[in-house]
């Protein structure tokens, strides 16, 4: 259980929530706390009043034994105080109850009453107190302090309260701890469980996209990862297959001759042996186009720049294959300033245009135009080769760079994909735009 995700991050969230519970708990502590001083400040002052009250009513008479005694007795009974007044020899004056009971039957009443309204704790002890008149003391006064019904009614609420806050914040916390954990970790479990798939060989796993935050990016970017491995997976089992077809012709071409000749049925003369030859070539040929792959998938390594005068470069090659164009009826323009240069290697350069233009000719009838375009920006060259042949089908379009593919031509279908390999060798990349029957145009952009 430890070891699960969200089991950790219910742990971050709960010990989180606890600590701001503790913080409350110890925040209300030191309220009470505060509250409890105050009122203990309010009983001393009050036990001062009703001191200094018994003095100067002793100043007065002279005695304890005077008609405001029990007025003083009855009004430290209504600052919350039961009292027993003792003379200066410890003999007994009057008490709370006494006083209270010298009283008028509704004047008794309602004092009791109100003294009701305070909680009288009988196992607290009375504090005693020294009665002084003029630096001579006078008698003693012990009170005991009854607290307010109210006072004990704010404490025990809040004590409620916080028992209520706490068992109900805490369930809270632990329900939306469980469901936010569950919420957090739910998307990686997800994904873990694609990836695992697709480790396995299932390249049809999909995760759910649950929003934009950092998690659905990631999931985003998994199910592009997920769908370009799936069609590379398919190409890869389509690549096997082409190759294994490709092979298979010359090869069973090559034994079937030779079990002839073995047999008696086919003659060994010269017309024959250059049967067999021919169909080694076409083997030779296509070894040959994979170790051109492979050298172009490479080619960033070993690449040898130097500065190029485009115009001058594409005329060249122009000039070499312009005789080809011109027997099938194509005619190839040049669009090129004469002071737009690249850095790049020459020789894998002209592979690349060589390649492209090869592709238009086979793709472009008679009276038919390539064109071959080169415009400069601020910070790249953009070559173009555009043709008025075949055009390419809307299905062939996202694999057209794909190893073997080759749609309806014939060929082995690697010119393109090392076409794209030497464009990426030199830090550019290489688009297609296509209709069918209006031709196709190559856009290759390379940084200047």
């Not at 096997?240 to 003369?269: F, K, Q």
């Amino acid at each position: 259980m430890l070891r699960r995700l969200w089991f950790r991050v219910f742990l971050v969230l709960l010990s989180i929530s606890a600590i701001a519970l503790s913080s409350a708990l110890v925040v209300r502590e030191l309220m009470v706390r505060d509250f409890r001083g105050f009122l203990e400040g309010q009983v001393e002052d009050r036990a001062s009043w009703i001191t200094t009250s018994l003095e100067s009513t002793y100043e007065k008479y002279g005695v304890w034994a005077n008609p405001e005694i029990i007025e003083n007795t009855v009004w430290a009974l209504m600052l919350g105080f039961e009292m027993r007044l003792y003379d200066t020899h410890g003999s007994f004056v009057i008490d709370t109850e006494g006083a209270v009971n010298t009283l008028t039957t509704l004047v008794k009443k309602r004092i009791v009453a109100i003294s009701a309204l305070r909680y009288r704790n009988e196992s607290a002890e009375f504090q005693p107190y020294a009665l002084f008149l003029g630096g001579k003391e006078i008698g003693r006064v012990d009170l005991r302090f009854m607290r307010s019904q109210k006072e004990l009614f704010f404490i025990r609420r809040s004590n409620r309260l916080l028992l209520f806050s706490l068992l109900g914040m805490g369930g809270l916390t632990v329900l939306l701890s469980i469901i936010i954990s569950k919420r957090l970790t739910n998307p990686v479990e997800e994904l873990t469980r694609a990836v695992t798939g697709i480790s396995e060989g299932d390249f049809s796993k999909r995760v759910t996209i649950s929003g934009g935050d950092e998690i659905g990016r990631l999931s985003a970017a998994f199910n592009r990862m997920a769908h370009a491995l799936e069609l590379q997976e398919s190409l890869r089992k389509k690549m096997t297959s082409n190759i294994a077809h490709e092979l298979r012709t010359p090869v069973s071409a090559i034994r079937g001759e030779l079990e002839g000749m073995m047999d008696g049925l086919i003659p060994l003369d010269q017309e024959h042996i250059q049967s067999l030859h021919a169909e080694i070539g076409r083997f030779k040929t296509i070894i040959e186009g994979l170790e051109e792959l492979s050298r172009a998938e490479a080619s960033s390594l070993d690449l040898a720049k130097q500065v190029i005068g485009l115009r001058q470069f594409l005329m060249n090659i122009n000039g070499r294959y312009g005789k080809m164009f011109m027997d099938k009826g194509v005619s190839l323009d040049l669009e090129c300033d004469e002071k737009i240069t690249l850095h790049a290697d020459p020789d894998r350069l002209s592979q690349v245009v060589i390649n492209l233009l090869n592709n238009a000719l086979k793709a472009t009838d008679d009276g038919g135009r390539v064109a071959v375009r080169v415009r400069e920006s601020a910070d790249s060259i953009v070559l173009e080769v555009a043709d008025t042949g075949q055009g390419i089908w809307p299905k062939d379009l996202p694999f057209i760079f794909e190893r073997f593919f080759k749609a309806d031509r014939g060929g082995l279908g690697l010119g393109l994909a090392i076409t794209r390999e030497l464009v990426l060798a030199h830090g550019g990349t290489i688009t297609v735009h296509s209709e069918p029957g209006k031709g196709a145009s190559f856009v290759i952009t390379l940084p200047k």
